[in-house]
């Protein structure tokens, strides 16, 4: 079964030219549906909130052994008048393209590819979901109400097929005090400036106990004081952990670092600490069906056979909690998503068509 390289591209341009960020998939999910339609592949939603839904092709009449997983929504664009589709040489250029357009169009050509052979009775599913780049709410009502042993999810891995994965924290942490003229300002009083040591403490406790780690202030904001002190600050952190790392333990060192910069030097602020996620890493051993079929299709057509672990997080991370073995290999290079220049290599979107192809038809025999 070959794949066609000219609807997959025109697949990918229009994937990328919709805009679709995290809560607003609504019109990339009806242009997929319009494929489908086009090419009678019988499909379903799965509602995920009031407006919002996943889209899932499954067998008629038999149990999945594997699900391909896509994500649709993107980050939101840091330049809303040039997010969309372009070319550069082999390259393709537009918010999404690695993250993850790009496997998302590879997934919708193999079952395009599988129907039109006549393929459409294997116990593999396709499941196009939302909300991975926010809360995962897809993923979770997925998982909630579809069981499927294996899973393969088209993040971008350079066609690395990653095995491991690693753990996720992500943490809120907020700071108040009294909003007061700002001739009056206290440095011991200010959520703005108790806020920068906490942050600071938390840095250095990353760098010298967890060197490991991956430590990142993804959002720093304050309650809008003008000529005045702010009574409140808040801050995102996103903490991405290897797979064999103690995750109770660390999550117990950051409440007590927490409470004890607290109470040392924060004690005319009220300061909260929340974590929003934890999900813990995993390697998966490199054999069983999936690994084994992989491993003759990358040999079949000349490619190295190089594992690794995906050092960020993903839906992956949900699935794993719920008993499900996901694999990721994708198109695209992980440091290009949710870059300005985020792209993708077209030939690499291809080949990870065709072997998702290859590798689905394979779970038929």
């Known amino acids: 079964m070959r794949i066609d390289p000219v609807r997959l591209k025109e697949t990918l341009k229009q994937l990328i030219d919709i ?44 149990e999945i052994e594997l699900a391909m ?35 998302c169009a590879a997934m919708v050509e193999a079952f395009l590819c599988l129907w039109e052979s006549g393929r459409r009775d294997l116990p593999v599913a396709l499941a196009l979901v ?20 294996r899973a393969v999810i088209g993040e971008p891995t350079d066609l690395k097929p990653c095995l491991g994965h690693f753990g996720y924290v992500e943490i809120h942490l907020t700071m108040r005090g009294e909003r007061r003229h700002a001739s009056l300002a206290n ?15 938390f840095s250095d406790y990353f760098q010298s106990a967890r060197k490991d780690s991956v430590f990142n202030i993804r959002e720093l904001s304050s309650s809008r004081a003008g000529f005045a002190v702010p009574e409140h600050c808040e801050a ?17 060192e950051i409440e007590d670092l927490f409470h004890e910069q607290s109470s040392r030097c924060f004690q005319s602020l009220a300061g909260r600490l929340r974590f929003n996620m934890i999900h813990s890493g995993y390697t998966l051993p490199e054999k069983g069906l999936m690994v084994d079929v992989l491993k003759k299709l990358y040999q079949q057509r000349g490619m190295d056979w190089q594992t690794d672990t995906f050092p960020s997080h993903s839906d992956a991370n949900v699935f794993w909690s719920a008993g499900v073995k996901p694999l990721l290999l994708g198109p695209g290079q992980l440091e290009k998503a949710h870059a300005r220049d985020e792209c993708v290599s077209f030939g690499q979107v291809v080949q990870a068509a065709q072997i998702y192809t290859d590798l689905l038809a394979s779970f038929g025999s």
Do not use: C
């Open 130 to 149: 939302v909300g991975e780049e926010e809360d995962g709410d897809g993923a979770q009502k997925l998982i909630r109400d579809v069981h499927f042993p």
């Open 19 to 62: 805009y679709s960020p995290a809560g607003k998939e609504v019109e990339v999910l009806r242009y997929i549906e319009a494929v489908f339609k086009k090419y009678n592949v019988p499909y379903w939603s799965q509602p995920v909130d009031e407006h919002r839904y996943n889209l899932l092709v499954t067998p008629p009449s038999r």
């Open 69 to 103: 997983v896509g994500h649709v929504d993107t980050v939101m664009a840091p330049d809303l008048v040039h997010y969309g589709y372009r070319e550069e040489g082999d390259l393709v250029v537009g918010l999404g393209s690695a993250d993850m357009k790009g496997g």
């Open 236 to 252: 995102w952190l996103d903490v991405h952990l290897p797979p064999s790392s103690p995750l109770g333990d660390i999550v117990s």
């Open 187 to 201: 440095s011991t009083e200010n959520p703005i400036q108790g806020m920068l040591r906490l942050l600071l403490q």
